[in-house]
């Protein structure tokens, strides 16, 4: 615990030097010609640090940088996963940046930083490190959103998020204070050792409350959700389609590291917090989507209530419920990105694909990513044969498992609410014919041949990986195998 | 023969992958072409399934067992028992019939059309096959998405809200069965092999609330009275090909699934609750034939006698002996054929007049000589005309509730009378009387294509009807089995 074990944040330093680099090529390419290379740097970049993290070059996973910082099994998954997303949601909003003329070297450095941010959260052993972490992450979302100066709704959603941010950051640092006033410990061990065997009172229940409901906050589940819609559906869809799968992951993070690690003795309490949580999530989440006549607000709904399942999983405890919310989270980022994909792919810079009458007929007019959305839209609702029914099913029996079979009840009776709108999306492309008068006939923009080979990829690959799921399904165990027993 | 299943299961869904990609770009006559190609060929290959069918055992036969997902214990398992091989071989014929019967009648996204029932109908004998709960649950609710595009696609005016009715009925049902089945995973010990969920000890009340967890599952699709109503609204609106499949094979997964889960798994609850069972069904056979009795359209009429049927399967499957149980997957088997054939009758009268009301049909039989005689046997077999295979199932029953209860086998044999009356009732109005208009006389007979399937369906209509005994000794002894396995309690 003494050593300082610097090569621990090897991906970290170099995703940081890397958008310096970024920065530097910005300052002396000319703002209408930096956008392409900062892109590509930006995902070599991230994929390099992908590999650099999966690969582990801080040795045996284990705290580094005197106990602030730990490299372990589960930053590690979370951190490749953040990074891959957050690489493929740069490429699907190339040709969108560029047409909303902020396809500049600046945007991939804030999102470069961000992922820096979310990759300091995932292996956060410290509670300072982790509002770093969470800091600097928001930070640089806020900029993104507000990115496109010439957008009203961007630049009001950049605001409400950073007002309302703030709010929770505040929370979260008010929580931490009591907790360091409880325990005389910031380290999360040294937090987690120090409640070791001492009686909980109202102190602490003040102390979790606070930092449960920052935790909320940062995931978007209700009733602290009321953001994130106007965020996804304001800020520029490239940046929604970043904000809506990598940060999801960082946010576990969040919740994974205070919870599962340093409030680990006071599962009771925040136990019964976090079902309530993901009750209302799930609830307000597929109930309002319903009334949605905007896709990305739709989506944006759709966010929530998976965020609840997320929080069913996470309340379950034990090695089995915090695998059940890493595999969820996982999938789940996988199907949004695909899913805001989609939504760049069927936009351009003239008209966004922003109802969801604008996806009248696409089943006649595009077949092709037609089927690619019905996929989606269908792991999204979690019936099978698709990824998203293995998560929702890790989760519901983890919830079994743990007793909770109200919950796993309560959850499912939710999911066919979730099912109506998933299917009206399916209804749309393949039972009605395109509006004529709206333009809703016209043609699908064109894309380049990697856009679509890769949005291909990431909506096929949610049923193609069946056979192999167990894989996925066995290393979120494995990982997590480490915090059994906690329940 | 292990990779016999397998293979029955996946080629149909690679055959609807191939027809999609084949027939992409308005090439009909490849897709159809092809789409018969290989629905015949999966109808040969599942042949040997019943030829080399062992009838003396109620073991599960041509296994196949694989660790798929061994963080949860799943298993990619299949096995067929002398219950599930009737209902393959059901599934296939049928397929290969409603390829021909939507030869014509579809113009629009063929190559989908046929790549959607190739696709359902690999996902139904997965159904039928799966010894895994989990893969079960898999297929079974795959299945309702080639089905939701079908009635949704392809269907009538009110296509968007009976597609819409039918899929999330069903999907409520399903994740109820799906907290049940992890319910008995983790009371097994962490397993999903469904026979070791039927050698669990349960107490009566977990017993119960499973068994009711499964109805809301199995009644949906059977479906049972109140449950019942998608099915009215899914019927009418989906294209020929859609019903017919929806009621000869998705309608008996659920009688199916009481079998393979409910009977055993939970067999005190099962008798503790019979009683209700018994009387859902009965009114199913009685109230659902009078109000089968005031439809005008025929399909919506059709339907509603399939509900009155189905009631005879559940009925029999809750009197717990022998002969009603085998009169219920006999009557499951026959209504597949009957209600089948009456739903292609529809669709050969509405390809030519584009109505299915009553009204606008009067003495068919003057214009359509050879048509009338196939509409008229199918009708005698739904009112169980002995010779048919309508007769046999419901007698069975009959017989089976007898020795239960005497006053149960009376109400149930009400549907005898009310069954002959609306059915025949419907014959008199279509296929008998003065021609009823200039369009009527000028409807020509049924062509080869459409004898072809309909003389298919009636000679095994007959088959069963005259002589049952091939297919009740496949079952014999899968069925003594189950009855052997549900009269031991498994309260702890």
Known sequence: MQSLHITAALPEIFLALSACAALLLSAFVAPEKNGAPALWLAVAALLATALLAALGFGGAAGPAFHGMFTDDRPARVMKVAVCVFSAAAFIYGRHYNAALGIF???????????????????????????????????????????????????????????????????????????????????????????????????????????????????????????????????????????????????????????????????????????????????????????????????????????????????????????????????????????????????????????????????????????????????????????????????????????????????????????????????????FDSPDHDAGGAAAVPGAAFGVKLLLSFNALIIVAMLPWINALIALCRQVMLHFAGQA | MSGLLSALVWLPVLAGAAVLVAGAGRRDALARRLALGFSLAIFLLSIPLYTNFDAGTAEMQFTERRVWIEAFNIHYALGVDGIAVPLILLTTLLTVIVVIAGWKAVRERVAQYMAAFLIMEGLMIGVFAALDAVLFYLFWEAMLIPMFLIIGVWGGPNRIYAAVKFFLYTLLGSLLMLVALLYLYNESGGSFVIADHHALPLALLPQQLIFFAFFAAFAVKVPMFPVHTWLPDAHVEAPTGGSVILAAVMLKMGGYGFLRFSLPIAPDASRELAWLMIALSLVAVVYIALVALAQRDMKKLIAYSSISHMGFVTLGLFVFNAQAIEGAVVQMISHGFISGALFLCVGVLYDRMHSRELESYGGIAAPMPVFAAFMVLFAMANSGLPGTSGFVGEFLVILGAFQANAWVAAAAALTLIFGAAYTLWMVKRVVYGKVISDAVAALPDVDAREILFLSVLAGLVLLVGLWPAPLLEVMRASIENLLAHTAVSKLP
């Open chain 1, 104 to 430: 500049t070297g600046e945007y991939y450095v804030l999102g470069m930083l961000a992922v820096t941010g979310m990759m300091v959260m995932c292996s956060a052993g410290h509670l300072l490190t982790l509002y770093l972490g969470l800091e600097l992450m928001s930070l640089c979302l806020y900029a993104m959103i507000a990115y496109y100066r010439d957008g009203a709704l961007a630049s009001e959603a950049a605001m409400k998020y950073f007002v309302l941010g703030a709010l929770a950051s505040g929370m979260l640092l008010y929580g931490m204070s009591l907790l360091y006033g409880l325990t005389g410990a910031l380290e999360l061990q040294a937090v987690a050792a120090a409640l070791r065997g001492g009686e909980a009172g109202a102190a602490h229940a003040l102390a979790v409350v606070f930092i449960v409901a920052a935790v909320a906050f940062k995931l978007g589940a209700a009733p602290f959700h009321m953001w994130l819609p106007d965020v996804y559906h304001g800020a520029p869809v490239s940046t929604t389609a970043f904000l809506a799968a990598a940060p999801k992951i960082a946010a576990f993070a969040l919740l994974f590291r205070l919870l599962a690690g340093g409030l680990e003795q006071l599962f009771a309490m925040w136990q019964q917090m976090l079902l309530l949580l993901a009750l209302l999530s799930v609830a307000a989440g597929n109930l309002i989507a319903i009334a949605q006549s905007n896709f990305k607000r739709m989506l944006a709904y759709s966010a929530i209530s998976h965020m609840g399942f997320l929080l069913f999983g996470a309340s379950a405890g034990g090695a089995a419920g915090y695998a059940a919310a890493l595999f969820y989270v996982l999938i789940y980022a996988l199907m949004s990105l695909g899913a805001f994909g989609m939504v760049l792919r069927l936009s351009n810079g003239a008209r966004e694909c922003e109802r969801l009458e604008d996806l009248k007929g696409l089943g006649a007019r595009a077949p092709w990513s037609a089927f690619l959305l019905l996929i989606l839209m269908l792991s999204m609702s979690g019936i099978p044969p698709t990824a998203g029914f293995f998560a929702k099913l890790s989760v519901i029996e983890a919830l079994v498992q743990a007793g909770l079979v109200w919950a796993a009840v309560a959850a499912v009776l939710l999911a066919v609410i979730g099912a109506f709108y998933y299917l009206r999306v399916i209804k749309l492309m393949y």
